[in-house]
């Protein structure tokens, strides 16, 4: 391996050698009581506009440092959410601490990113799914209002087995048009679904990529193992969210599978620094929908040369902290847990 992966998250760079994503709860940080948390929380608008301007020169700078192609940079894309779910912008730099493998990192870049991106959504349209459908389609068309008019798409539905129904396109009615005449059948192959569609998004040019994965339970009927999608997952450069329509606990319907669904899921969605929502209720589907739509694109980037500047080959872990504001609730903060250092 002869430089940094290209593998290690949203906003996977060609030039830059190291590129994570969002993973994690970070320590806490705080949202004031007077915010504007609808559609999304701000701590202030002065500090949001500061925070704005901060982040086009960040921009700036970071887009000079991907011509550099012998800098040891690293990108964490960090998403930060109050206590109510909602993603939470104005943060400035100095709320963030990163570690590099538990030793601080010195915060060389910032900026708040919402540049377009490619997702694949992967739906299912399993037998199970049934009346579920219905709400799942209402889930998708209310993602597709958060898109920004350079975003595209693409559709992978999967029962027994995953089918690439619509290539990427910016025509989101393409795609609800195929949902309408999606039909409830067959067994579960949401590991195969996602093996698919993490091939399908290595055809995107763009550096930020993302899956939406909406499916009601576990695999039975995959080719793929739970282990070969893990290791494709942990070297993909795709963010993964997904809404699990699941069961309840105490359901005679639910199968072994289904048990594990939520855990396969989470598990998968936090690998990449995304992550998992259970929906208890399908009502509440397109809330949750449109609640993803926003919070990919309003992310924090945080850039380091690493200290140690190993040349190793080797996994290093990586952990975010955000610093409170005075007199502020608890955050949430995501990021992808590490990246592979190059090797000579």
């Known amino acids: 391996m002869s430089g940094w992966r290209r593998t290690l998250g949203l906003l996977s760079v060609p030039c830059v050698l190291a590129i994570l994503a969002l993973r994690g709860e970070a320590p806490q940080a ?6 504007n948390v609808a559609p999304q929380a701000q701590i202030a608008p002065q500090a949001g506009a500061a925070a ?13 440092a991907r011509l550099r192609v012998d800098a040891n940079l690293v990108l964490v894309p960090v998403s930060v959410c109050d206590p109510m779910n909602r993603p939470v912008t104005g943060l400035e730099k100095e709320h963030f601490k990163v ?15 919402d540049e377009p991106v490619d997702v694949g959504l992967v739906f299912d349209i399993s037998g199970s799914m049934g009346n579920k459908l219905r709400r799942s389609r209402m889930a998708a068309a209310a993602f597709f209002k958060t898109a920004n008019p350079e975003d595209a798409f693409f559709l992978v539905e999967f029962n027994d087995q995953p089918k690439l129904v619509v290539p ?34 290595k055809k995107s040019a763009k550096s930020r990529k993302a899956l939406l994965i909406i ?13 070969e999608v893990r290791n494709l997952v942990r070297e993909s450069d795709s963010l993964i969210y997904s809404m699990g329509i699941f069961e309840s606990y105490g359901s005679r319907d639910r199968s072994p599978e289904e048990m594990n669904g939520p855990v396969l899921l989470r598990d998968l969605a ?24 926003i919070e990919l694109r309003n992310r924090y980037v ?30 949430k903060a995501f990021w992808r847990p590490g990246y592979f250092a190059p090797l000579d």
């Open 215 to 227: 499916s009601d339970g576990g695999d039975n009927c995959s080719r793929y193992t739970e282990s």
């Open 52 to 64: 704005r301007a901060k982040s086009q020169a960040s921009q700036r700078r970071i887009a000079d």
């Open 168 to 201: 990427l396109t910016q025509d989101t009615g393409e795609i609800q048009n195929q949902l309408t005449f999606a039909e409830s059948k067959g067994r579960t192959a949401l590991l195969d679904a996602i093996f698919l569609a993490l091939h399908e998004m």
């Open 30 to 35: 705080q949202v004031a009581p007077q915010a």
């Open 270 to 293: 936090e690998q990449t620094g995304g992550r998992e929502f259970d929906v208890d209720d399908p009502a509440e589907m397109a809330d949750i929908a449109a609640k993803i739509g």
């Open 302 to 331: 945080l850039g380091f040369s690493p200290t140690a500047q190993q040349r190793d080959g080797k996994y290093h872990h990586v952990m975010v902290k955000v610093i409170p504001p005075h007199g502020l609730p608890p955050l």
């Open 99 to 113: 570690f590099d493998d538990k030793v601080e990192q010195t915060v060389t870049h910032f900026a708040m990113d």
